[in-house]
């Protein structure tokens, strides 16, 4: 089974940094896409930060967040700096994962998620 680890999550006063990662493990052939989601009580699920071939970011985010992956070791990792308080979420890392060599067809996985508030 392919398991996603998060962490890195707090407490942080506006305007400070955290940085979480995430590594994945198990049978792993490639990983074609990391990316982190955000989920705020009562709201849906919202794309934060992509890696690809490429980074995409939200528009919320995009100048104070950035996000980089290690593929040497499976990780992504999002460096979020001048944190507010409507960053506050359950941050979920996802990775979209091919297991096998000989298989056509990748896989979507989820972390568990990761606490993040920001307040004063």
């Known amino acids: 089974q392919v398991q996603l680890v998060e ?34 009580p009562g709201k849906e699920r919202e794309l934060v930060a992509l890696f690809t071939s490429s980074t995409n970011y939200a528009d919320s985010v995009q100048g104070r967040f950035t996000i980089s992956r290690d ?8 460096q979020m700096n001048s944190l507010k308080p409507e ?19 990748a896989n979507d996985y989820w972390g568990q998620g990761t606490q993040v508030t920001v307040s004063s």
């Open 71 to 78: 593929n040497a070791k499976n990780t992504v990792y999002l």
């Open 7 to 40: 962490s890195g999550g707090g407490l942080v006063q506006p305007g400070g940094s955290l940085r979480l990662s995430c590594a994945a493990s198990g049978t792993i052939f490639s990983i074609n896409a990391m990316g982190w989601y955000r989920q705020a």
């Open 87 to 105: 960053d506050t979420a359950v941050y979920y890392c996802n990775a979209r994962i091919i297991r096998y060599s000989w298989a056509s067809v």
